[in-house]
């Protein structure tokens, strides 16, 4: 699998994580539908799946996604929530994203 490729599917097993959170969120602080929950169930059955698709160790992956899940959430801030993300925000996202990187292209041990 190619670091692309990992990236990509990291960016859409967070967007499923997020979707999946936010919902029951706004059941439970926006006084929205408690069917909300159900989309969520099936987001979040998604997030889990997504994250099967990867061929490394389930803690390598679990690390790595980590950093792409941090850039997911600051997209979704400022899309989602209105709020645009500081600097710091866009440097802190640069330090996860070069992490991720890293322990993504580390080399393997058995």
């Keep these: 699998m190619t670091l692309l490729h990992a990236l990509g599917l990291f960016a859409l097993t ?3 994580e997020i979707v999946g959170c936010y919902l029951p969120y706004l059941w439970l602080k926006q006084g929205h539908s408690a069917w909300l929950l159900v989309p969520a169930a099936c987001s979040l ?8 698709l990867h061929p490394t160790a389930s803690g390598r992956v679990y690390a790595a996604y980590g950093g792409v899940y941090v ?7 400022w899309a989602v929530d209105g709020v645009r993300p500081a600097p710091t925000d866009w440097a802190g996202v640069g330090l996860c994203l070069a992490g991720m990187a ?3 292209a580390g080399p393997r041990h058995a």
Excluded: H, K, N, Y
């Excluded at 059955?45 to 099967?52: E, N």
């Excluded at 850039?71 to 801030?77: Q, V």
């Design 14 to 16: 967070a967007v499923a």
């Design 102 to 104: 890293l322990i993504m």
């Design 45 to 52: 059955a998604l997030f889990v799946w997504l994250l099967t």
């Design 71 to 77: 850039s997911m959430a600051l997209l979704w801030l």
